[in-house]
């Protein structure tokens, strides 16, 4: 790294640690969770990751503040601001608990409290910092029955679930509602195979004051609301927190509740519960029979008064339902707002009265008594919420007392076959990408767990692969960044930025790593084998070393000693170490065993194995016959239209290469070799299909200026192959290679290759598959000229038996 680089470094982490209250409490966290002891009299309550104190966690802590055996135990309640904490100081002194103290989220207390309370409470998520101790015990009730998809079902973001699956991983218990709640959140969560812990199939804490016909009598007195009919209206919040769109919001729910308060009446009132960005931009001065729900109540507290609901695609009618009364769906935006998500049911199978205009609105508040029995619905997803399960988590978690609950432990879905760990890489448009996928869409899920495991900031371009990831295939997502020490920090910089070893760095490395193994999963969860499939990553090197009872397996796709001088992504310190310490190294082509016996000359050969790429045969044949079609960031000069032109034009001839656009693929002197030959042959054409890289720019800029206008290239295509296939040669001009997987592509489309005569391909294209030439651009000319003016006489690959060897060799591997 160049002392600029490191520079901006030091200074880009000096700003966060003054500025960012969550840089600094990953430091303040790790200070306790390595120096302080668990203290059994201590309750942390977390609710809406801090958004709001209410819910399920609110009414646990009420039912510890009644039990006069647990008086000592000091209840810690987390917000974000100062104004949250002295809102919820005056909350919950309103009703009546003691022995508490409500701190700021991320702040030094927050950390020293979060690391050493015996007992966690949470409805959503603990910070992404967070390492659940051996002897906390972690209650997770999560905070509704879901209508919107969630986890991997998320169409627009089936990457941000890291955080959430990682707080189920290491929850002891998981709270669902109903059998509905209990199944989507282990499908979508991917929780089978990985969750150690218990469900708890019982019901909602918060639910319970539905229940409470006292307490529901006393509001309504002290509110001065009795002969009133009450209608609740609780949208749910719409898209970001920018300023446009908490206007566009605002603007929506003031001409509704206009046109509301019109028909309203003395008898006939309405509360509104908005989120707080909009509920603050609101005057409700100006409506006559309107106003937001009164503070000093929970939530559901006030709303268990209430003769009607209305919201739209929040889980709270699932609750609501247990009053019995009114639900109406104010579905106004249906079309808009479920278009990036989708719903586990569909609305019109729901038993309650939908509309989508005010006027229909207005017409269903006027008779709050005219709507359909629902019991059916209630029995399905309300079946527990009678009971006070408030007290019966009490009586579990402080007292060991399972009486009348269901308790469901999660190992009892581990189905028992072996688990494989295997880290994706960033899942871009290259050829470890699409290897990767062609070994997943072949290998046995029937015999075998296999855990993709990529980190969320690096996929998140590439989402459309995760979409497309095979049926019994799951994955686990990194979100957060490891947990370190101040002086952690330093031992970091000096080993990955200035490359110095030495024996104290590595067993900071170690603690580290083991720390980290700690924050991402279960301590009790074992997988039998980990992959680190791209070969390069070197935290995930570094990670995967302090993994035991683990076969762990490190492929190498390519010549590492000449990488390492492109490859900015490369640390030769954690490569060579994983060579060292994994038992197995798989290199995915004949020679690069040699190449790693001279990195690490001292290993032994034994565990160094030949595992062949497997091809995604099929599905290069299925897509090379859909439409040429480019993605939402494919960059041409060319249109669609221009590219098929030529490539249905008989009287020419076409070449192409796909490859990145970074130097060691030689993409410079393919184009400059093109252009002298084009000027021989000018009805030939020359297709250059990439990804990244550092060269694009300056390519595109010398095929402009020259008017190379039969050279097209085109930057990030997902489906090349409309366009490979209808090309005649494939040509190959890079400097160094392992095997691309993009020659095997070209084989099963039946194309020639042509390619530099390099190590890796060599091996492979002299049995009769390719046509090999010089390596320069003097070889790459004469590989145009040979292939257009005569037959290069090449053999037929068979990608069936090539595959089948292959697929063993993976098997033989992890075994």
């Known amino acids: ?209 539905f229940y409470d016909e006292k307490r529901i009598r006393e509001i309504k007195n002290e509110l001065e609301l009795n002969h009133k009919e009450i209608i609740c209206y609780m949208p749910t919040w719409r898209g970001s927190l920018d300023k446009k769109n908490v206007r566009e919001q605002t603007v929506s729910i003031e001409y509704f509740l206009y046109q509301l308060d019109k028909v309203l009446s003395a008898d006939k009132i309405m509360f509104v519960k908005l989120h707080n960005y909009v509920s603050s931009q609101i005057d409700f001065s100006q409506f006559k029979y309107i106003n937001s729900f009164p503070e000093g109540y929970e939530t559901y ?216 193994l700690d924050r991402l999963f279960n301590e009790k969860l074992h997988f039998d084998c980990a992959i680190h499939f791209t070969g390069y990553e070197k935290h995930i090197a570094n990670l995967f070393c302090e993994l035991k009872n683990c076969r762990r397996i490190m492929y190498v796709h390519n010549d590492m000693s000449k990488e390492k001088k492109t490859r900015s992504n490369y640390h030769s310190l954690s490569v060579l170490k994983a060579y060292r310490t994994f038992e197995t190294i798989a290199c995915v082509r004949e020679g690069l065993e040699q190449v790693i016996m001279s990195l690490v000359p001292e290993i032994n050969a034994e565990k160094i194995k030949v595992v062949h790429n497997v091809n995604n045969v099929e599905r290069i044949i299925e897509n090379s016959k859909k439409p040429l079609c480019f993605d939402k960031d494919t960059v041409s000069a060319y249109t669609v239209e221009q590219i098929e032109d030529i490539l249905n034009n008989k009287e020419s001839k076409k070449y192409i290469d796909v490859a990145r656009f970074s130097p060691e693929k030689g993409i410079k002197r393919l184009v400059e070799s093109f252009e002298k030959f084009n000027k021989k042959h000018q009805n030939t054409y020359l297709f250059v299909i990439g990804g990244h890289g550092s060269e694009y720019n300056e390519i595109n800029e010398y095929v402009t200026a020259h008017q190379l206008n039969h050279i097209i290239l085109i930057k990030s295509l997902s489906n090349i ?29 039946n194309k020639p290759v042509v390619c530099t005569n390099i190590q890796g391909p060599r091996e492979f294209l002299s049995q009769g598959y390719g046509y090999l030439v010089e390596d320069s651009s003097e070889g790459i000319y004469k590989g145009f000229m040979d292939s257009y003016e005569k037959d290069l006489h090449l053999k037929h690959f068979d990608s069936e038996d090539f595959n089948r060897q292959a697929l063993q060799e993976f098997y033989d591997i992890i075994e």
């Not at 003691?98 to 701190?103: L, T």
């Not at 007290?391 to 308790?407: E, G, V």
């Open 721 to 749: 192959f409309p366009i490979l296939v209808k090309c005649d040669v494939f040509i190959m001009s890079s400097y160094y290679e392992g095997l691309p997987m993009s020659i095997m592509e070209a084989l099963i489309l």
């Open 301 to 516: 507290e006030f709303l268990s008064v209430s003769d009607c609901l209305i919201t739209d695609y929040s889980s709270v009618f699932f609750d609501y339902a247990n009053l019995r009364k009114k639900i109406i769906l104010f579905a106004y935006d249906k079309e808009e707002y479920l278009k990036d998500r989708g719903m586990y049911l569909q609305m019109e199978d729901l038993p309650f009265p939908i509309v989508e205009t005010v006027k229909q609105l207005q017409n269903e508040i006027l008779d709050l008594n005219s709507y359909s029995d629902y019991s059916e619905f209630i029995n399905k997803y309300c079946s527990y919420d009678h009971e006070d399960y408030a007290k019966k988590i009490t009586d579990l978690i402080f007292f060991d007392q399972k009486d009348n609950m269901m308790i469901i432990n999660g190992e009892k879905f581990d189905n028992g076959k072996k688990k494989v760990l295997i880290y994706a890489g960033s899942l871009a448009k290259n050829g470890l990408t699409t290897s990767l996928q062609g070994l997943l869409n072949h290998i046995d899920t029937e015999k075998y767990n296999f855990i993709l495991f990529f980190y969320k900031n690096s996929v998140k371009k590439y989402t459309n692969v995760i979409k497309e990831f095979p049926e019994g295939i799951s994955y686990y997502v990194i979100q957060g960044q490891k947990n370190i020490t101040f002086k952690e920090a330093f031992i970091q910089f000096f080993y990955y930025r200035l490359n110095l070893y030495s024996k104290g760095i590595e067993k900071s490395l170690k603690r580290m790593y083991k720390r980290e």
């Open 1 to 209: 790294m160049s002392i600029k680089s490191n520079y901006k470094t030091i200074k880009r982490n000096a700003k966060k640690l003054i500025k960012s209250p969550f840089f600094r409490a990953r430091f303040w966290f790790t200070h306790f969770y390595e120096n302080n002891d668990i203290n059994d009299s201590i309750a942390l309550f977390e609710s809406y990751n801090n958004s709001n104190f209410s819910g399920n966690v609110f009414y646990i802590l009420k039912e510890i503040n009644t039990r006069k055996e647990l008086k000592n135990i000091k209840k810690y309640i987390s917000c974000k601001t100062k104004e949250d904490q002295k809102l919820i100081t005056d909350f919950l002194n309103k009703n009546q608990i003691n022995n508490f103290e409500v701190i700021r989220v991320h702040t030094k207390k927050y950390c020293q409290i979060l690391s050493s309370a015996k007992y966690l409470f949470n409805n959503a998520t603990f910070p992404t910092y967070f390492i659940k101790k051996e002897g906390q015990i972690y209650f997770n009730t999560w905070h509704g029955t879901p209508l919107k998809t969630l986890g991997r079902s998320i169409a627009s973001s089936p990457h941000e679930i890291g955080n959430t699956q990682r707080n189920f991983i290491m929850a002891d218990y998981l709270l669902y509602p109903n059998e509905f709640t209990f199944e989507h959140m282990k499908k979508d969560y991917m929780l089978d195979n990985l969750y150690k812990g218990k469900y708890i199939l019982g019901g909602y804490p918060r639910n319970h004051v």
